[in-house]
Nanobody, 124 residues
Framework: QVQLVESGGGSVQAGGSLRLSCASS????????MGWFRQAPGKEREFVAA????????YSGDSVKGRFTISRDNTKNTVYLQMNSLKPEDTAVYYC????WGTGTSRAGDYDYWGQGTQVTVSS
């Protein structure tokens, strides 16, 4: 069983930055592809970014390309989401997710484990 715990959320003004972290308790973290998703009130869960088990391949959603960067440190069992140039429309609960097999994808249904989420609020 894998437990994922997100941290780093908070409130920031538009144009600011935040870095989210997701720590895993699993011993096989380095074999999992990881993803970040977000969900705003009244909206469906949206893909943000994904990263392969090695960190060699990353993917980003169109709405965050050029602003958000996903990375991982397998020695610390942690995946990160660096968020720059934040906009009010980035306001959401951000979730990290782990996928046991295959590469990172944009489909939430492909992931096996989820964290509880961390709130990000961007004010104008």
């Amino acid at each position: 069983q894998v437990q994922l715990v997100e941290s780093g959320g908070g409130s920031v003004q538009a144009g600011g930055s935040l870095r989210l972290s997701c720590a895993s308790s699993g011993r096989t973290f380095s074999s999992y592809a990881m993803g970040w998703f977000r969900q705003a009130p009244g909206k469906e869960r949206e893909f943000v970014a994904a990263i392969s088990w090695s960190g060699g391949t990353t993917y980003s959603g169109d709405s965050v390309k050029g602003r958000f960067t996903i990375s991982r440190d397998n020695t610390k069992n942690t995946v990160y989401l660096q968020m720059n140039s934040l906009k009010p429309e980035d306001t959401a609960v951000y979730y990290c997710a782990a996928r046991r097999w295959g590469t990172g994808t944009s489909r939430a249904g492909d992931y096996d484990y989820w964290g509880q989420g961390t709130q990000v609020t961007v004010s104008s």
